[in-house]
């Protein structure tokens, strides 16, 4: 039965997720993450009035804390409730109505967060957007979006030049023609008689609207409801292992699911402090300060910035520092044991995607088998189907079971009602993603259905290799995909971008062959290597497609400029794998 007052259920749901934080006993522990059941909020749920507004009645705790060039600023959450009311009345008086969809193209700054919540309470939908978008994005997003509101900072104006579509438009931090100044007395006790519209929503309402990173081909539109990433997020709180109290730093940029995980919805079902480190570049060394100037209990960073934290120095271990995660893409077991002999924590792999919350990782005080995304989160079942038979097995598609529908999956694509279709079909959500279960329930990432390749009648996995490459001193990072051969169909190529100090020569390229040839299998051996940047998407994902795709376009011809074979190098044919390495054999059909 629903609880007659969905804060209440909501909360019950929380803390019983917390009280697994803090069970010691990790079969115990393990028992009560499987006996979580998402709670049932009844019809109507607004995550923004009926959960953050509770939780932040005259509550002094800072909500947010941003740290910038021009020193930044602390908003308690008590603020954060108040400021969203007031510029809840204002978009209210701007025409921004229940239903409407609001496109959201803000950095890391104040009104980012104040406006989530602004629009939210108005039951209008948000649709979070990257400020790296060009005027043609911006025109795709509009005009599939059927975007009616648009708010974004005075620098991006320009964008916006030429862009037909959302006649209501808001500028922050400026004046521009056309465009409607955004509030700059919201820290002001609200006028007499000022009162937020009330509005009910209901939980299967729209409540945002995420496009994906474009990895393979237009991104799509993520529906997400009141429930779906408001009550969703439970599982991506427990996974970071965020307390009431916490300060957490995640590094993930504003327009991508990722950054409403970690760095709105987790945090704050929490009731942490979200903290923002805020510069122009990626700062390794004032990253590191401010872990340990701000008491950073919780930190989260996708694996590029792992690799990066690692180029640097990474010192002595922060002082309050108790969790570190990362997501976002497969973290090699390399970088785990790196960070785990300078400061003596684990990093703690999870798995998602913009469809969905958290639903695989692993958890606080569970055991981590280094390379493997964890088992499934709390209130979520998944099942590994073979791709070409359906079949459910221990290697296959991570899919979603919808007989049970999880409560943290999207409602489906905003109008595209075949691609959802697809997604859903015969009773599984397809991530398109392959992955293998241990014998401990353990599940490792393989790649992309359209990642995975064969090569002599092996199955190769880009990210098995890419894990091996990563341990060459002169890997910084790199990308793995199938070169057309004759004889082999397929042979291994690695795109690789070299670490600092390290040059692209004929040299360079033997001692990353060689290090294959004895990391790897045969099978899986690296057979071409190509020094240069990687393509990748605005949020950093990279783009194999890209990369398949000009494999293709060469298949028959010589080398590429910058390109190094083996045969090249007909030193190395005496190089292989010692014979009692028993490394995982490949997988045939």
């Known amino acids: 039965m629903p609880s007659s007052n969905p804060t209440t259920a909501y909360r019950a749901a929380r803390d019983e997720l917390l009280a697994v934080l803090d069970e010691h006993d990790t079969e115990r522990a393990e028992a009560a993450r499987r006996a979580f059941r998402w709670p049932d909020l009844g019809a109507d749920f607004n995550w923004a009035t009926d959960w953050f507004d509770v939780v932040a009645r005259d509550n002094d705790r800072v909500a947010l804390w941003i740290v910038d060039e021009d020193g930044g600023s602390r908003t308690t959450y008590a603020e954060m409730a108040a400021r969203s009311d007031r ?14 969809h609001v496109l959201l193209m803000l950095g890391n700054q104040l009104e980012l967060w104040e406006t989530m919540l602004a629009v939210m309470k108005l039951g209008a939908v948000i649709l979070p957007t990257s400020t790296m978008l060009d005027t043609a994005d911006l025109q795709d997003r509009i005009d599939r979006g059927g975007v009616a509101h648009v708010v974004t900072n005075h620098g991006e104006t320009p964008k916006f030049q030429g862009v037909t579509g959302a006649p209501s438009r808001i500028v922050v931090g400026g004046a521009a023609d056309g465009w409607t100044p955004y509030p700059d007395d919201l820290g002001r006790p609200a006028p007499a008689g000022e009162v937020r519209p009330t509005v009910t929503t209901s939980t299967s309402d729209p409540c945002l609207v995420y496009f994906t990173s474009g990895t393979t081909s237009r991104p799509k539109m993520v529906v997400h409801t009141q429930a779906s990433y408001p009550l969703g997020h439970l599982s991506t709180m427990h996974w970071l292992g965020l307390r009431p109290g916490d300060v957490h730093l995640a590094i993930s940029s504003p327009g991508w699911g990722k950054h409403a ?313 005496s190089v292989g794998r010692r014979a009692d390495d028993r490394r995982r054999p490949g997988r045939q059909d």
């Open 261 to 573: 995980w970690s760095c709105f919805f987790a945090p704050w079902i929490a009731e942490a402090t979200v903290f923002v480190y805020d510069t122009p570049r990626f700062d390794p060394a004032g990253l590191l300060a401010q872990l340990e100037d701000a008491g950073v209990d919780t930190f989260c960073a996708p694996p590029t910035a792992w690799r990066m934290l690692l180029q640097s120095d990474l010192g002595p271990k922060p002082r309050a520092l108790r969790e570190v995660v990362s997501a976002g893409e497969p973290l090699n077991p390399e970088v785990i044991a790196r960070v785990q002999a300078a400061w003596g924590l684990t990093i703690r792999d999870g798995y998602g995607q913009t469809e969905t919350t958290a639903i695989i990782g692993n958890v606080p005080g569970a055991p981590v088998t280094p390379g493997a995304m964890g088992r499934p989160l709390p209130g979520v079942a998944v099942t590994l189907l073979d791709p070409l038979t359906g079949r459910p097995g221990d290697e296959g598609e991570v899919c979603l079971d919808l007989a049970e529908r999880p409560t943290n999956l999207m409602a489906g694509y905003l109008g595209d009602p075949d691609r959802t279709a697809d997604a859903m079909r015969d009773g599984f959500f397809h991530t398109g993603d392959i992955a293998s279960r241990d014998a401990d329930g353990q599940l490792t990432f393989i790649g992309r259905t359209d990642d995975v390749f064969k090569s002599s009648d092996y199955k190769v996995s880009p990210f098995e290799v890419e894990s091996a490459l990563l341990q060459h001193a002169a890997v910084a990072e790199s990308a793995v995909v199938p070169a057309p051969d004759e004889a082999r169909l397929n042979v291994v190529k690695a795109y690789v971008t070299l670490a600092a100090g390290w040059e692209p020569t004929a040299e360079t390229a033997r001692t990353v062959l060689e290090h294959a040839r004895v990391a790897l299998p045969a099978y899986a051996r690296v057979r071409r290597v190509e020094f240069g940047s990687l393509p990748k998407t605005i949020s950093g994902k990279i783009r194999r497609v890209e990369l398949r795709e000009r494999e293709e376009r060469a298949a028959a011809g010589a080398p590429a400029e910058g390109e190094w074979r083996e045969e090249q190098f007909p030193e190395l044919r």
């Open 87 to 100: 510029l809840a009345v204002h978009l209210d008086r701007l025409g921004v109505r229940k239903g409407d």
